[in-house]
């Protein structure tokens, strides 16, 4: 027992180790906050770390710097600031720990399934079919982020279902409320899964011994979001920020980001969540169909309990409402749903555990060595190479990485603002797309960017600091009104990239400064 026990934990380090390689190979294709691109030009990603920069320099998000994402994940960009203030070098490192701690975990959940052996050889996959979907985006998206936090306390509620007979401890009651703290303050709208959870784990207890265990149950899950969310109340308190934190993540995201556009009426939001979901599968069949393909078959399996089946359906559930509530769909809301896909190698694992035993027991002991040195290693060969190799050609982004640096607008822009030295930058009338990257410069004024958010104050303040001439540079995608650029002069002018709603982008300097 302690032999197979030592032989799982030693395969299990290894598959670590190679869940660490496969997600720095594939994030270094896929991502476009790797090395191997230029810049990654997508401007969520570019607020995040702008917003990383700013707090750096001592900045109160939410009441100095303004955009509605979590404090989590603004924290999280402040330490990849630390590495570079001018690359996404940081970033591309968060996400290879992130996303390899995804992959381990739902290796331990394909082999609670089936064996260690199928588990191994679903991770190059796994990561190829997820990394190179358009759901993936540019990388660094809060739902990749969140990926390993939704999935371990599913992880570990089949570990409950399958192997403990439904028993929870405390410290996986603490942990699932903790992670699901962390998600919320990360992004609430990715609380589906790892809320799901936690009813499956209140309803458990209550099947062990009635209604006290559920709120047993229950009280230790609020214990676990009370860590996770503590921290934040208390940093917002004593920097003075706490009201502008719970007014610009919770009251403009539930009430202005929601509701920007007219109220729709229930029938009009269910075929606006339907419409987004359907969307969604279309854009990614990589990923969605093979979901859908394990989802149907865990309903219709007579290997599973009602308990587990209600538990995956839960959780797909109320993953679709929360993500999709809004009736809104962009392409990265869905890669959310990533925390479910190793459902599909659960249902692979356990149709080809049988014929793998059986194959296997084709070879004696002393023909072993033809599985061991002429199989096994065409076939770890052919599933971890060809997905990682085929990810250079097939993500998304691989036509981004041809620009020269200096062919970029943000680099064009940057060598000019970088002759000043301690330059100021106000990025106006439209999203962050990653000109404070390029140069290195961290935001200084709130509304450093124009938000997606239907707020009055966004374009009057952002109208205010260019007509006082509060920033050094102001780069736009329109030329600025004489009546509005009085205080500034234009510098130099660049092609924006095709594609875009805009064909142009201009960069002002102060007039005191140009002359």
């Known amino acids: 027992m302690k032999s197979a026990s030592r032989h799982r934990s030693s395969f299990d380090i290894h598959a670590l180790y190679v869940c660490l390689f496969v997600s720095s190979i594939l994030l270094f294709f896929c991502s476009k906050c790797s090395p191997f691109y230029p810049l990654n030009d997508w401007p969520d990603a570019n607020v995040f770390l702008s917003a990383g920069k700013g707090m750096l320099e001592g900045k109160v998000m939410y009441r100095d710097l303004y955009d509605h994402k979590g404090p989590l994940l603004f924290a999280l960009h402040a330490l990849c600031a630390l590495v570079s203030t001018d690359s996404f070098l940081g970033v591309w490192i968060l996400e290879i720990l992130l996303f390899t701690l995804f992959l381990f975990i739902a290796y331990k959940l394909i082999e609670l399934y089936s064996n260690l052996v199928i588990a191994f050889f679903s991770i190059g996959i796994l990561g190829f079919i997820l990394l190179t979907s358009l759901s993936f985006q540019m990388g660094d ?14 992880y570990r509620l089949m570990v409950s279902l399958r192997r403990d007979e439904g028993r929870t401890t405390r410290w996986q009651l603490g942990i699932t409320g903790f992670l699901l703290g962390c998600v919320f303050w990360l992004k609430f709208t990715l609380v589906g899964i790892p809320a799901a959870v936690c009813l499956m784990l209140a309803w458990l207890g209550f099947k062990q011994n009635g209604v006290r265990s559920a709120l047993v149950s229950i009280g230790w899950m609020l214990l676990g979001f009370a860590a996770a969310t503590l921290p934040w109340l208390v940093q917002y308190v004593i920097q003075g920020g706490l009201t502008d934190m719970l007014k610009v993540y919770l009251y403009d995201n539930l009430f202005l980001y929601a509701g920007a556009e007219e109220p729709l009426t229930l029938l009009a939001q269910l075929k606006a969540i339907c419409k987004s979901v359907l969307s969604w599968i279309r854009d990614n069949p990589a990923y969605t169909l093979p979901l859908l393909a394990g989802a149907g078959w865990m309903l219709l399996s007579k290997r599973h309990s009602p308990t587990e089946k209600t538990a995956w359906v839960l959780c797909g559930l109320l993953g679709l ?11 990265y809301y869905g890669f959310a749903f990533g925390a479910l896909v190793p459902l599909f190698f659960v249902m692979l694992g356990q149709q080809l555990n049988k014929p793998l035993i059986d194959f296997l027991g ?32 097939l993500s998304p982004n691989q036509p981004y990485n041809r620009p020269e640096r200096e062919e970029m607008m943000q680099y064009h822009f940057a060598e000019i603002i970088n002759e000043k030295e301690d330059a100021t930058l106000l990025n106006y009338g439209f999203l962050d797309w ?13 509304y ?3 938000a997606n958010m239907p707020l009055e104050e966004l374009h009057s303040e952002q109208d205010r600091y260019v007509r006082e001439g509060l920033s050094d540079f102001v780069v736009t995608r329109r030329p600025l009104s004489e009546e509005l650029g009085g205080k500034y002069t234009l510098v130099d002018t660049c092609p924006a990239p095709e594609g875009l709603w805009f064909t142009d982008v201009y960069l002002y300097q102060l007039t005191e400064l140009a002359d």
Request: aromatic content about 18%; proline content about 8%; charged content about 10%.
């Open 434 to 446: 990653g000109f404070y990257t390029a140069a290195g410069v961290a935001p200084h004024l709130k």
């Open 448 to 450: 450093y960017h124009l």
């Open 362 to 393: 084709l070879f004696p002991d002393r023909k072993m060595w033809i599985v061991e040195f002429l199989i096994a290693p065409v076939v770890v060969v052919l599933l971890f190479s060809l997905p990682l190799i085929s990810s250079l050609w």
């Open 321 to 331: 409402i929360t993500v999709f509530f809004g009736g809104r769909y962009y392409l």
């Open 141 to 154: 998206s809060a739902e990749e982020l969140a990926l390993p936090m939704m999935l371990y306390p599913l």
